[in-house]
């Protein structure tokens, strides 16, 4: 089993920056492939980002490709996302989810675990 609660949300203007941060509970944190996904008021839940269990392998989505660097500590069991030159359009509820595998996935069906989210605005 695996907990996870995110946190650094909050409300930005345009161009401005944040990170977010996602700390698990649970021993399997270190194996996990770890992934942050977005959700926008009636729209379905967006793939953000996701990083493989020992940090080597990163794959953002092409909308926040050169903006957002998801990275992990595993020693901390922690997953981070730090979010620059933001947008109106990156507001959303972002979530934090570990899968059962080790590598990465951009399909949330590979997930097994998820945060409760934490809201961003991005004012114009």
């Known amino acids: 089993q695996v907990q996870l609660v995110e946190s650094g949300g909050g409300v930005v203007q345009t161009g401005g920056s944040l990170r977010l941060s996602c700390k698990a509970s649970?021993?399997?944190?270190?194996?996990?492939?770890m992934g942050w996904f977005r959700q926008a008021p009636g729209k379905e839940r967006e793939f953000v980002a996701t990083i493989n269990w020992s940090g080597s392998n990163k794959v953002h989505a092409d909308p926040v490709k050169g903006r957002f660097t998801i990275s992990r500590d595993n020693a901390k069991n922690s997953v981070y996302l730090q979010m620059n030159s933001l947008k109106p359009e990156d507001t959303a509820v972002y979530y934090c989810a570990a899968a059962l595998g080790q590598s990465t996935y951009s399909n949330p069906n590979r997930y097994a675990y998820w945060g409760q989210g934490t809201q961003v605005t991005v004012s114009s």
């Open positions: 649970g021993r399997t944190f270190s194996s996990s492939a």
